[in-house]
């Protein structure tokens, strides 16, 4: 069964490497190209988006894609909706690969908001020297904030405009409680905004911050398409793969 992975995330490639080694199954996994340096999942990769609905509507028709997975980030809802669209077109199969949701622990002093326009908002209300740890796209939404300085911790450099007092830190995680404890403590952060990414890759600031009494700004995730079918873990993607091998026959 010729199964597309729309991944990037750490679930993408431990279902391509469960899948790409089970006979039946011809895995192709996709990568946005974001990343310069990314981790590639076992298996057949492609680099590059598919250029909106229509062009991953006609990608799946002519390479005879059967089931779609989305593992892609939580964030990446433009790809999630396009993928929704393109297999509603085709009635092919399509599973959102979705790790959970953080959530506050007793201690913790979160200040939740629906977007990026809304976190500078607040992040501002709430201290002089953040650490922005959003990734490399969404930084521009800070550049107007002028009376803070912002650490900005991501893989790549961001594009676009940038706040005016920042310090860029290049790093990739997971990231240890204490080298973030260290982190916050050196750069005298009072605030933090993190998106809700879920998973225990960069959930160690959480617990840091919770440590230090500090205040989190925590973007809400982008709702999926109404209707869609969702699994937490990949142990429930690769039981719906198998689900939807056996219904092909």
């Known amino acids: ?45 492609r680099v590059g988006g598919f250029g909106g609905v229509d062009g991953l509507r006609e990608w799946l028709a002519v390479n005879r894609i059967a089931a779609v997975v989305d593992a892609t980030h939580p964030f990446a809802g433009i790809i999630s909706a396009n993928a929704a669209s393109a297999v509603a077109d085709l009635r092919l199969p399509l599973v959102h690969l979705r790790r959970p949701s953080w959530s506050a622990q007793p201690g913790d002093r979160w200040f939740r908001v629906p977007d990026l326009a809304a976190a500078a908002k607040t992040a501002a209300e ?55 404890a260290g982190l916050l403590a050196d750069r005298r952060i009072d605030v933090v905004v993190t998106k809700d990414s879920g998973g225990d890759q960069t959930d160690a600031k959480l617990t840091a ?41």
């Open 126 to 180: 709430l201290g002089n020297r953040v650490f922005l740890t959003i990734g490399r796209q969404g930084v521009g939404a800070f550049a107007a904030t002028t009376g803070a300085w912002f650490l900005i911790r991501a893989i790549d450099p961001p594009d676009g405009p940038l706040p005016p007092q920042h310090e860029l830190l290049l790093a990739r995680g997971p990231f240890t409680v204490e080298d973030e």
């Open 209 to 249: 911050a919770r440590a230090a009494g500090l205040p989190v700004v925590m973007i809400d995730r982008p709702a999926l398409p109404v209707g869609s079918a969702v699994v937490e873990t990949v142990a429930e993607a690769w039981k719906w793969l198998c689900e939807q091998r056996e219904t092909r026959g």
């Open 1 to 45: 069964m010729k199964t597309l992975i729309l991944g990037g995330t750490r679930e993408a490639r431990d279902l391509a490497h469960i899948a790409s080694g089970e006979p039946g199954f011809d895995i192709v996994s996709s990568l946005a190209g974001r990343v310069r340096d990314p981790m590639l999942p076992d298996g057949a990769v």
